[in-house]
């Protein structure tokens, strides 16, 4: 059975490209990078080669880029070193963000580290700035703002400058999760108020198990993971060479070829959008499709019926591989957080599939799934 592939915000395949930059770091090119030798001064350099070359894509400085485990341990350390070392006791996130997030501000709060506010959410699921500024103002302690750039299950992209501006405006932290932007939009960090951002290699063809987390140079903070001097004494544990040097070739492929691909998988994006609204009348788009979205998400609900009911798992069965939410909780049969908060908690009769896309797709794989779901629905 040939598989078709929906799922590329949960992850992307690995580029040959990028498995051919990182094959002599998993062979011949072994050394622990913090060794003095020639095996070690050639991993280091190519180390800080990706950092320099990371940086530039993103025009910040090679200091200010650290790379991680992903997206999950960048988030932790950002929160975390606001709130330990930055003064901030007020968080100010909101009820869409991924559970890397959520479950880390959450945890600060029951142990009594920060207090937490949730923004409110417009009618399509944006962030409401005016409110945002509400509880900026409102704030009697400093506040570390928490919002993720895109929103990973229904594609919401926030105003991050608009945001960066409100947080220099009333001298709060800013972090955004940029885990699903990164590799897929130009950044220039020199012109974003913005003191923290994470990505994460597998979002773009890159390998997984590997990420980076910005630092503004304006800010100083301890390190989250103790136990030795690697990354400029900024994380400790031996480097994942491999997955460094993959991430910085992938981040380089996918710039290089940004304007030509987000133009394909943008028109992949509409015209499944287009044949779901034609062939299924009581569908229901969830975010702002086709207003400030990812072009690589769509996440649309079908009403609860008996036959919808299994649609992800008959989906599956038919080698159709999609997610009814983010990856990280595809396994549950509830309706997503993001989904009930999106709609108040009003979400039972919907059965939400999100579909993302890569350059890799095609037409004809959407044609097939479309006729599918005519079986299946």
């Known amino acids: 059975m040939t598989r078709i592939y929906l799922d590329n915000a949960a992850t992307t395949s ?3 490209v990028v ?4 094959m002599p770091f998993l062979t011949e090119k072994f050394g622990n990078p913090s060794s003095i030798y020639s095996y070690g001064r050639e991993t280091k350099m190519a180390i800080e080669n990706a950092r320099k070359s990371v940086a530039k894509i993103l025009n910040a400085s090679p200091g200010e880029i650290f790379f991680t485990s992903g997206g999950t341990e960048s988030t932790n350390t950002a929160i975390t070193a606001a709130i330990r070392d930055l003064g901030c006791k007020h968080i100010i996130t909101s009820p869409i963000e991924h559970h ?6 959450e945890h600060m709060a029951h142990f009594g580290h920060a207090t937490l506010s949730y923004v409110k959410l417009t009618d399509k699921g944006h962030i409401d700035l005016a409110h945002l500024e509400e509880l900026l103002a409102g704030s009697k302690e400093r506040s570390l703002v928490t919002l993720m750039h895109a929103n990973n299950e229904v594609g919401n992209l926030l105003k991050i400058k608009a945001v960066g501006d409100l947080c220099k405006k009333y001298d709060a ?16 960090l020199k012109k ?3 003191h923290f951002i994470n990505g994460a290699g597998h979002k773009f063809h890159g390998p997984k198990g590997v990420g980076i987390l910005y630092v503004n140079e304006n800010i100083s903070i301890k390190p989250y993971l103790n136990g030795g001097a690697q990354e400029r004494n900024m994380r400790a544990g031996t480097e994942n060479m491999y997955g ?12 290089e070829s940004y304007e030509k691909d987000s133009a394909y998988i943008q ?14 009348p009581g569908i229901i788009f969830n975010g702002d499709t086709h207003g400030s979205s990812l072009y690589t998400v769509l996440n649309v609900s079908f009403p609860m019926t008996e036959r919808s009911d299994m649609l992800l798992f008959n989906l599956d069965m038919a080698g159709i591989c999609v997610s009814g939410g983010s990856a990280c909780t595809s396994g549950a049969n509830s309706v997503s957080h993001v989904i009930k908060a999106i709609y ?9 599939i999100r579909f993302s896309f890569c350059k890799h797709n095609k037409k004809e794989e959407i044609d097939a799934v479309v006729e599918k779901l005519k079986d299946l629905v």
Request: glycine content about 6%.
């Open 192 to 194: 974003l108020h913005v």
């Open 14 to 16: 690995l580029d040959p």
């Open 19 to 22: 498995l051919e930059a990182m």
């Open 267 to 280: 028109g992949l994006k509409t015209y499944m959008s287009e044949q779901l609204t034609a062939n299924f």
């Open 173 to 188: 932290i800013f972090h955004s999760d940029t885990v699903q932007t990164v590799g897929h939009y130009p950044f220039d």
């Open 344 to 352: 108040n908690g009003q979400a039972s009769d919907m059965v939400p």
């Open 244 to 255: 460094i040097v993959g991430f910085a070739k992938a981040l380089e492929i996918a710039m």
């Open 100 to 105: 890397a997030t959520l479950h880390t501000v």
